[in-house]
């Protein structure tokens, strides 16, 4: 495990999907056809987007995934890789990779549908993905893989001391004693809300607000709250994500720092379309950061 001023060691345990992206003015009602302003495909899933995001924000980060065997998996490595994650415990599995149906409308909200594909395969961490695990500061899981394998790479955090962020999206319930091992959990209202007292037992909640920026509840209750930048928004697709691999790459600087610098972050991921392809890099967040307006609006106490 890194100390000190190492940059901090990040395990990604997750998702990697290919998005497939649809730009519409209105998102169609039920039973209904409207036209679409545009499409593209851009490489997403919430764990591997959460990689790019750590790595971006300044962290070391391996991923832990599956691709499938198909014409997406070339580009979907080769985006981790180009992000400067690695890739040792990324495996190619038969079938196609997984993919996200994603609609984008005029005012940036999404709708998005995820076929797991390869991700779905992914039923048990290897030793080797259990070591890289247990030499990181950070596990970080959210819940597009199989619950079982997010259970066993968690305990096996929890027994090295490898401290364990959780991003349980999409909401789904789950053990309590996976949840006694989590440390920081990272939430959205609606899953606050989902969770309710299951995140009572979590030493560090933070909780996503959207536009309005984050909240912070700590192990003694103390409580911080930080207001997101205002951007011009193009695409929320991401945008959580892109917040939580930044909370995770700054959580060793303090939790009003990183508070900020997730807001930073998130806001950023906004302003383009596609979930990997709108991801800050430190440097981005950073100049946001500086500039006066909200330099001024840092974390308040409560
Ligand atoms: O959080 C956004 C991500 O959710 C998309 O990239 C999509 O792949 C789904 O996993």
Redesign the pocket.
């Known amino acids: 495990m890194t100390t000190g001023s190492d940059l901090p060691s990040i395990a990604v345990l997750g ?1 990697i ?1 290919m ?1 497939l992206v649809t730009t519409t003015d209105r998102r169609p009602e039920p039973g209904a056809t409207v036209l679409g302003t545009g499409f593209a495909t851009v490489p ?3 764990g591997a ?1 959460q990689a790019v995001a750590a790595s971006r924000a300044g962290a070391r980060v391996e991923f832990l995934g599956a691709v499938g065997d198909d014409v997406f998996a070339p580009e979907l490595r080769g985006t981790l890789i180009a992000a400067g994650v690695g890739v040792r415990g990324l495996r190619t599995v038969p079938g196609p990779s ?1 993919v ?1 149906a ?1 609609v984008v409308d005029a005012s940036g909200e999404n709708s ?1 549908i ?1 076929v797991g594909g390869a991700n779905a395969s992914f039923a048990e961490p290897t030793e080797r993905d259990l070591a890289i695990v247990a030499e990181a500061d950070i596990l970080l899981c959210q819940l ?1 893989i199989p619950i079982a394998t997010v259970a066993r790479a968690v305990a096996h955090a929890a027994v090295n001391g490898t401290t364990v962020l959780l991003n349980p ?1 999409p909401v789904t319930r789950l053990p309590a004693n996976l949840w006694a091992d989590v440390d920081v959990a990272v939430v959205n209202s609606g899953e606050a809300r989902e969770l309710g007292a299951a995140l009572d037992i979590v030493p560090h909640v933070v909780t996503t607000l959207g536009g309005d920026g984050a909240r912070y509840r700590g192990p003694d209750g103390q409580a911080a709250s930080c207001p997101s930048p205002r951007v011009e928004v193009v695409d929320t ?2 945008a ?2 892109s917040f939580t691999g930044a909370l995770a790459a700054s959580w060793h600087r303090g939790t009003d720092y990183a508070l900020a610098y997730a807001c930073a972050a998130g806001a950023l991921a906004t302003t383009r379309l596609g ?2 392809a709108s991801i800050p890099t430190a440097a981005a967040i950073e100049s946001l950061l500086d500039q006066p307006r909200f330099a001024r609006e840092t974390p308040k106490k409560h």
């Open positions: 998702s999907n998005d997403g899933g919430k987007n997984g996200a994603i998005i995820v597009e999206s697709t991401g959580g994500d979930a990997s």
